[in-house]
T-cell receptor, first 113, second 122 residues
Framework: GDSVTQMEGPVTLSEEAFLTINCTYTATGYPSLFWYVQYPGEGLQLLLKATKADDKGSNKGFEATYRKETTSFHLEKGSVQVSDSAVYFCALTTQGGSEKLVFGKGTKLTVNP | GAVVSQHPSRVICKSGTSVKIECRSLDFQATTMFWYRQFPKQSLMLMATSNEGSKATYEQGVEKDKFLINHASLTLSTLTVTSAHPEDSSFYIC??????????????????FGPGTRLTVL
């Protein structure tokens, strides 16, 4: 079945450090790929998405590129801030499929001043 | 745009009582809504998918008689936890898939999440 694997956390960085959170997927068909962010005590917010190969999603300084050849959608940010501390979830839906979101286990990021 | 609200945000109830959680899409029509459960420090577990005007589809292992879902309109779905027990304590999150309405557009391949409801059963 479809699945998402993302790097285990927690990840702890200093402010202005470079961030990469790895995400790879297994899916039949042509999935759409998403990164969601969950701040403490809150629900999920869509951070960015990509719907086809080579698309780059970007938002708030975060970027991720849909790589079909490596089945990856790694999240990157050049300079993290304390306010980026949250849990990040990689997810996919299969187009024309069940419409369900399949989530990775989440990666907790803590950014220290 | 594409805002989803949940009410209440927190609820504490006694064991054996029922609790209703509302999920509303505020500025778009949602033909499909999803209910998730999230345990501490874990990912989201899909409980059920509900389509407006039809019965919900429950995931394997989720008791449909315990978690009653109603999706009566294009902007409202409710989850009722019946005869709640302490093991039902969790963070319940809904999401909605969008449908273009007038000048407002919500992407139909994207789920928009509510802020979640923290349920504590004593």
């Amino acid at each position: 079945g479809d699945s998402v694997t993302q790097m285990e956390g927690p990840v702890t960085l200093s402010e202005e450090a470079f961030l990469t959170i790895n995400c790879t997927y297994t899916a039949t068909g042509y999935p759409s790929l998403f990164w969601y962010v969950q701040y403490p005590g809150e629900g999920l917010q869509l951070l960015l998405k990509a719907t086809k190969a080579d698309d780059k999603g970007s938002n708030k300084g975060f970027e991720a590129t849909y790589r079909k050849e490596t089945t990856s959608f790694h999240l990157e940010k050049g300079s993290v801030q304390v306010s980026d501390s949250a849990v990040y979830f990689c997810a996919l839906t299969t187009q024309g499929g069940s419409e369900k979101l399949v989530f990775g286990k989440g990666t907790k990021l803590t950014v220290n001043p | 745009g594409a805002v989803v609200s949940q009410h209440p945000s927190r609820v504490i109830c006694k064991s054996g009582t029922s609790v209703k959680i509302e999920c509303r899409s505020l500025d778009f029509q949602a033909t499909t809504m999803f209910w998730y459960r999230q345990f501490p420090k874990q990912s989201l577990m899909l409980m059920a998918t509900s389509n407006e005007g039809s019965k919900a589809t429950y995931e394997q292992g989720v008791e449909k008689d315990k978690f009653l879902i109603n999706h009566a309109s294009l902007t409202l779905s409710t989850l009722t936890v019946t005869s709640a027990h302490p093991e039902d304590s969790s963070f319940y999150i809904c999401s909605a898939r969008g449908l273009q309405r007038g000048a407002l557009r919500a992407s139909t391949d994207t789920q928009y999440f509510g802020p979640g409801t923290r349920l504590t059963v004593l």
